[in-house]
Structure formats: structure tokens, C-alpha cells
């Protein structure tokens, strides 16, 4: 039995920069067992009635999670030495506000160095901090209202490139990183007869490789969900949910 305390403390100072603009600078302090990080952030936007431009800069700091460190399984360990993995980060958000079909679009970038990876070391497979990582990610978020909210139609979908950059593995390198589905995809329906919420959802899983040499591959999968909510007061909600 392991025990990992977490946590974080954060502010965030924004800053009008007249009737358009804004500037924002979340700072952040968090640690995970042992490990502690200060992890900055800016940020710098344009506000118009119904849209707005996000653009933000960021330092990245990932600690290990438990399956990091302690896994134990057949032929697969932890490694409790495990360093965080460090980097940069940028994305830019459009934000689209008006009230039939809100959406946002944004791109994001990340850079990580002593990435945390699976990788066989003395006939065993384990974890180390072995390679640098580079993300870019397009993410299309959109609700759609009709019939006045009676039908709604919510999207998620992610398309995720990654590739790793460790020049001492050649078989790996600029490879995908395992384990790391390429796109997901979630959408749901929902029907709203106060005092009741009917949902169906569908959450699909790309391809993802089952090692860093991106030779063999889990197939794409897709779940489907239900969900019945009857709130006949403020107190009381029976909720159903079939996955």
C-alpha cells in the first residue's frame, strides 16, 4: 500500500487593458509526494460581444501518478525514482459565444522534457525518464440549443499528434507515443421534459500503439452511454446511468 499526497495552490491576477483587452497571469505552486513546482502562466485576450481570441504561454510540469511509480503486474513495474517531466506549453483559443451554437476551436503545442515512458530494461518492462516529447493538438468543442433547449446537442472531438525526440533511440525516434490515442471523440444527445433529462453519448477511442516502435496497435473502439435524470424537486434526483 502507497500513499501519494497532492496538491495546489493557485491565484490569478487579470488585468483590463481597456474595453477589448485583457491580460491574465495565473501562478501556480503544486507538489505530489516529494515533488514541488512553481508553474507560471500567461495570458493575453481580445473580447468582442459575441467572440474572443485566447492566447496563452505556460510552463508545463507533469509528476508522476501512482501506476508511475508503483504498478506492479506480470512482467511490469513502477519506478519510485521516477523525475518529473518539464516543459513549455502554447494554445490559442477562438471562442465563439453566440446562444444558438456556441463553439471553440483551439491549437495547442507542448514540449516536455524527461518524458515518462514504458520501456524494457532488464527483461522487464518498467518506467523511466527516458526521451523529450512534442505535442500538437486541435480540440472543436460545440453545444447546439433547439426547440428553446428542449434538444441538445453537445461535441468534443481532439485530433493529438505526438512524437518522440530522444536521438540516443533511433527505432523510436519521431515515433508516436504509445499508448496515446491519435483522435477521440465524444457526442451527446440530450432531451430535456422537466422533470426529466434523457441522454445518449457516444465516446469513441482512436488507434493507439502498444509500444514506442509503432508497429502494432490497439483497434479504435467506441462507447455508448445512456443516462436518465428525474429531479421532481430540489432535494431529490434519481439518476440512471447504462454504460
Known amino acids: 500500500i502507497h500513499f ?6 493557485k491565484e490569478t491576477t487579470k488585468i483590463s487593458l481597456g474595453k ?6 495565473p501562478l501556480a505552486a503544486k507538489f505530489s509526494g516529494k515533488n514541488f513546482a512553481f508553474v ?3 495570458g493575453f485576450s481580445t473580447i468582442f460581444n459575441n467572440f474572443s481570441i485566447t492566447l496563452n504561454g505556460y510552463r508545463l510540469v507533469l509528476f508522476p501518478i501512482m501506476d508511475d511509480l508503483y504498478w506492479q503486474g506480470a512482467g511490469y513495474h513502477g519506478n519510485p525514482d521516477l523525475k518529473p517531466e518539464k516543459g513549455w506549453g502554447l494554445d490559442l483559443t477562438l471562442n ?16 516536455y522534457e524527461s518524458k515518462i515512458q514504458w520501456t524494457y530494461i532488464n527483461n522487464i518492462y518498467t518506467t523511466a525518464n527516458l526521451a523529450s ?13 433547439l426547440f428553446n433547449n428542449h434538444l441538445i446537442i453537445k461535441e468534443n472531438a481532439e485530433y493529438l499528434y505526438t512524437a518522440l525526440l530522444n536521438e540516443n533511440e533511433p527505432l523510436t ?58 429531479n421532481p424537486s430540489k432535494n431529490i434526483k434519481p439518476y440512471l446511468r447504462i454504460d
Open 4 to 9: 501519494l499526497f497532492s496538491g495546489v495552490i
Open 40 to 42: 507560471p502562466k500567461l
Open 96 to 111: 465563439f459565444k453566440n446562444t444558438i451554437f456556441p463553439f471553440s476551436l483551439s491549437f495547442f503545442t507542448n514540449y
Open 133 to 145: 516529447a512534442f505535442y500538437f493538438g486541435i480540440d472543436l468543442n460545440f453545444t447546439l440549443n
Open 173 to 230: 525516434y519521431g515515433k508516436k507515443i504509445m499508448w496515446t490515442p491519435d483522435l477521440t471523440n465524444s457526442f451527446s444527445v440530450s432531451l430535456v421534459f422537466n422533470p426529466i433529462l434523457l441522454t445518449l453519448e457516444a465516446n469513441y477511442t482512436g488507434k493507439r500503439y502498444i509500444s514506442n516502435l509503432n508497429i502494432s496497435y490497439l483497434k479504435p473502439y467506441t462507447l455508448v452511454n445512456f443516462i436518465c435524470e428525474v
Open 20 to 25: 477589448h483587452f485583457a491580460l491574465s497571469i
